[in-house]
T-cell receptor, first 109, second 112 residues
Framework: QQQVKQSPQSLIVQKGGISIINCAYE??????FPWYQQFPGKGPALLIA?????SEKKEGRFTISFNKSAKQFSLHIMDSQPGDSATYFC????????FGTGTSLTVIP | DARVTQTPRHKVTEMGQEVTMRCQPI?????VFWYRQTMMQGLELLAY????????DSGMPKDRFSAEMPDATLATLKIQPSEPRDSAVYFC??????????FGPGTRLLVL
């Protein structure tokens, strides 16, 4: 049973556009929701994270929107750049830690 | 520049051989994680330790996999005997369940 469902599997966006990746979870005990970015041949790196007591967190061009009642959260990348091309993983944590299946983002110049 | 280190970076072995992967967590981090990444299964948490004690290894096949942390600077993941289905990238991370995890560069394992 997949604890964190992520979509889409892949995404192609024009430079300057907005990239949106969505995740949904079931376990209401989760209390930490990070997003990780992974470049080919590298380990994942934390991009931004949110806790369920806030509905939105913004860091630069990256924003997490969190909907506790719907058990959904999403990553928005504003003004997407070719350097943002990577795989993005959402995750959820409580007593365990679960990654989503990943979204391969390609930003076209 | 503190970072997680992993050795070896690449390993090719034959089915049935023992494989040992090593990880040096960031000094001061008391929680160490082992993950496996494959195209089919994505990123899976295999096990994690806090203060060197195993807290959860429910994601790890018990019959052939073992994870230990003999001291605060070294975590090991061992596969014995290895099988082709174990081919994957194995990541070590240190940090916290509910804070940032810092990932190492991974060990790319190929079992023939």
């Amino acid at each position: 049973q997949q604890q964190v469902k992520q979509s889409p599997q892949s995404l192609i966006v024009q430079k300057g556009g907005i990239s949106i990746i969505n995740c949904a979870y079931e376990n209401t005990a989760f209390d930490y929701f990070p997003w990780y970015q992974q470049f080919p041949g590298k380990g994942p790196a934390l991009l931004i994270a949110i806790r369920p007591d806030v509905s939105e967190k913004k860091e630069g061009r990256f924003t997490i929107s969190f909907n506790k009642s719907a058990k959904q959260f999403s990553l928005h990348i504003m003004d997407s750049q070719p350097g943002d091309s990577a795989t993005y993983f959402c995750a959820a944590s409580g007593n365990q830690f679960y990654f989503g299946t990943g979204t391969s983002l390609t930003v076209i110049p | 520049d503190a970072r997680v280190t992993q050795t070896p970076r690449h390993k090719v072995t034959e089915m049935g051989q023992e494989v040992t992967m090593r990880c040096q967590p960031i000094l001061g981090h008391n929680t160490v994680f082992w993950y496996r990444q494959t195209m089919m299964q994505g990123l899976e948490l295999l096990a994690y330790f806090r203060n060197r004690a195993p807290l959860d290894d429910s994601g790890m096949p018990k019959d052939r996999f073992s994870a230990e942390m003999p001291d605060a600077t070294l975590a090991t993941l061992k596969i014995q005997p290895s099988e082709p289905r174990d081919s994957a990238v194995y990541f070590c991370a240190s940090g916290s369940l509910d804070e940032t995890q810092y990932f190492g560069p991974g060990t790319r394992l190929l079992v023939l």
